[in-house]
Structures are given as C-alpha cells and as structure tokens.
C-alpha cells in the first residue's frame, strides 16, 4: 500500500457475523474500517451455526479456520429421522469430507464472532450507534455518508451488514419490496446435552421438523421449524415451550429430554421471511449489501451465515484500497447474485418439502427417504454440490496442504 496515501476508508453497517467478516476482510486489504452496531453491546443474538467447508476456506483467507476448527465440533455420523425414531437415511461424515474437501463443524455463534471482532484492531467497532445511509455516493466522484445521532462519518466504501430489515438495501432500493413471510416459524436453543447419547439428526414430520446436534463444549443446539400463520407467537417464553412440547414433545428421544431440560427463556424463535424477488444488484454507488440484508433465505440448507462469510471475503477480494470501487463493487454483484439467488430457492424448496401437512404427501416423502438412503450417502450429498465445494477467489490453507482428517466428530 502506498503509503504516502491517506488510507481509504471504509464503514461497515452491522456487526453480525457477515459484517465482522467483511470488516476483517477489509482491513486485512488495507482498508481502515470502523464497524457501526445499533446494539450496545456485541451480545450476539443466537444459538448455534454449522460452518460447511464452503465458510471454513472463506475463513481460511482471514486465517481462521483452523482456529475454528479447534474450537467446534465436526459433525459426525447421523442421519434423517421419522417422529417415531426410524432411520430413514444415514449421513457419513468422512464421505461428506472427502466429497467437498472437509468437515461440517458446529459451533455457538458468540465462538465466531468473538474471534472476528477479536481480530479487528481496537475501536473499530462502535456500539450504539444506529447508522442511517445518507448517500451511498458515487464512484470516481463523492464518498459514501452516513449519518448516525452523534455525527457523520464519510468513506470511500460503505458495507450494509445489517439484516433482514436491512436500511441499508431500502434506501439503496427503495422500489424493491424486501422480505415477506414463507409459512415457517422456527425455534432455536442451545442447553446441556442430556444424559443419554444421541448421534446428530434431523427429525421430519408432518408439517414440522426437528434438529439436534451436539457442540464441543458439552451442550446441545436444538432447532425447531414448522408450518405456522405469521407471528403467531405466544405471548412469553413459557407459551413458546408449552407450543414446542405440544408440537414435539412425543417424538423421539433425545427430544423429550432436551424439552423438559430447557428453560423457557432460552427458546428463540423467529418467522423465516426471504425476498419476494432478488435485488437487482448488490450494490449502487458506493454502497454494497450482504448476507442477510441482500438475499435473507430459509435456514434448512443452513447455508445462511456460510453464505454472508463467503459474500465478505469475496466483496473483499474485488475492493483493493485507493481503486474506483465502481467496478469492483460491479464484480461483486456479479460474482454473488447467481449463487445466493439458486442457493436460496434450494433452500426454500426443501423447506416445503420438510414442511409438507398432506398425510399422503408425508407418507411418499418418507418412501422416498428409505429409497435415498438404501442408495448409499452419495445420493443427499449431491444436494450440496456446487455448494459445500466453493473455493474463495484466492489461495487458502487448504490449497497449500493436505485436506483435513475426517470421520471425527471432535477435534
């Protein structure tokens, strides 16, 4: 970097986890960045996030993944379930790696963002400060502003990382009409691990499904999703667990037990929303969109977060310090909005299929369950081809060496 040159700046909208990685990304560019967050703290709101080998190599290029890969559980052996207990197909973990290079590790999402903002210099993050987009700015010409209740702040580069509701993309879009309801609620929580073990799993029912998978420091991350009328949430956290065991609680151990186990004001739960049609574009000016605020999606491919990482160190890769952000930013666009876009309608695709209410429907996707899994694991590993197997757009550890153990599911 030159540098005789003042550094470019660059203000981040958000600070979850794909705006802590573009903030990261950034910086290790050469970019001087300043995060601006609307809650006080950097609390994360959450429970728990499986990073597929896609995310891991993204995070490889910011020097994380190993470290990630230390600290989380690699999934191991499971498999799809019915209510009743059967098995009615098996994953095999160390197929899965070899398939696309690696391991699926699970993890709290407060592990990963209190290591991307660990690695952020000093003061580059600033809390309580809800940030409004003036002017996206244009580029070659004026910088991006933005405005929040103790000032401004100008930069070359402005980056909305600020969710679903993002006020980032409406005011990039206003035309645009922003995310809307799919028909499935989900619940989250992460408590102890019961006594009794269990392999990781996925649950399906009718009209609802269920997922448990164990974390590497001895508790469990439970998720829950249904086909449910918007907001129709109880009125407290005891509502939300009477509704989980209404809906659950006669299924299949370990799930009773992780019921009776959690306390009332751990359930999170949240309406899955994604956009009635995609952006147009991932940026204007010089303002780009991530994550969530640009392509929000249903989590049953649980490609969400991986998605907004593989969106920051891509953004990243395309933005060098001192450039007309102008056709990076168009590089940008371009390189993500196929991929988000067909990976969010696979998404939202399986989330029909896991929702399905029609008893006759339940009963054929269960036949052909039992017939997926009789045909081996290479059948529902091909569900996340072209996805699990991205490489980030520059030279990473797992290039250099050789591929990672799998089978495990500890480090």
């Not at 244009?138 to 600020?162: C, N």
């Not at 998978?213 to 005891?238: C, H, I, N, T």
């Not at 049953?300 to 991986?306: A, D, E, R, S």
């Not at 907004?308 to 953004?315: C, F, S, Y």
Request: aromatic share 6%; net charge positive; charged share 20%.
């Amino acid at each position: 970097m030159d540098k005789s040159r003042p550094q470019a700046r660059a203000v981040v909208v958000g600070s979850g986890i794909g705006g802590l990685t573009a903030a990261l990304a950034l910086h290790r560019r050469g970019w001087q960045v300043t995060v601006l967050e609307r809650a006080a703290s950097l609390r994360p709101v959450g429970a728990g996030i499986g990073l597929a080998p896609n995310a891991l190599r993204a995070l490889d290029t910011l020097g994380l993944g190993d470290e990630l890969r230390e600290l989380a559980t690699w999934q191991g052996d499971g498999g799809l379930r019915t209510p009743g207990g059967r098995w009615l197909s098996r994953t095999d973990a160390r197929a899965a790696a070899a398939r696309f290079g690696g391991p699926l590790v699970m993890l709290h999402r407060s592990t990963l963002i209190g290591l991307l903002a660990g690695r952020l210099p000093e003061g580059t993050v600033r809390t309580g400060a809800p940030a409004r987009l003036a002017d996206p700015g244009t580029p070659g010409g004026r910088p991006a502003r933005v405005a929040f209740p103790d000032g401004e702040l100008e930069a070359e580069l402005l980056v909305g990382a600020d969710g679903i509701d993002s006020a980032v993309r409406t005011a990039l879009f206003p035309e645009h009409p922003g995310p809307v309801y799919t028909g499935m609620t989900t619940w989250r929580t992460v408590i102890p691990a019961p006594g009794e073990p269990f392999a990781p799993h996925e649950t399906w029912g009718r009209g609802a499904l269920w997922g448990t998978q164990p974390l590497k420091d001895g508790r469990v991350y439970a998720y829950a999703a249904a086909a449910a009328p918007e907001r129709s949430f109880a009125p407290d956290g005891e509502g939300e667990r009477a509704e989980l065991l209404r809906r659950f609680g006669h299924w299949h151990q370990p799930i009773p037990s992780i019921l009776a186990a959690t306390p009332a004001d751990a359930i999170l739960r949240h309406d899955v929303r994604q956009p009635a049609r995609p952006l147009p574009a991932y940026h204007r000016g010089r303002t780009a969109v991530l994550g969530d605020a640009a392509h929000a999606m249903a989590p049953t491919l649980g490609q969400g977060g991986n998605q907004a990482i593989e969106d920051a160190v891509v953004l990243a890769h395309h933005l060098a310090p001192g450039a007309d952000p102008g056709p990076g930013l168009a590089g940008y666009s371009a390189d993500r909005m196929g991929r988000t876009a067909a990976i969010a309608a696979k998404s939202a695709r399986i989330a029909r299929l896991a929702t399905l209410g029609s008893g006759p429907a339940v009963a054929l996707r269960t036949a052909l369950m039992v017939l997926a899994g009789r045909l081996g694991p290479g059948l529902a590993l091909r569900t996340f081809d072209s996805i699990a197997d991205w490489r980030p757009p520059t030279r990473t550890y797992a290039d250099l060496a050789p591929e990672h153990p799998a089978g495990s599911t500890t480090c």
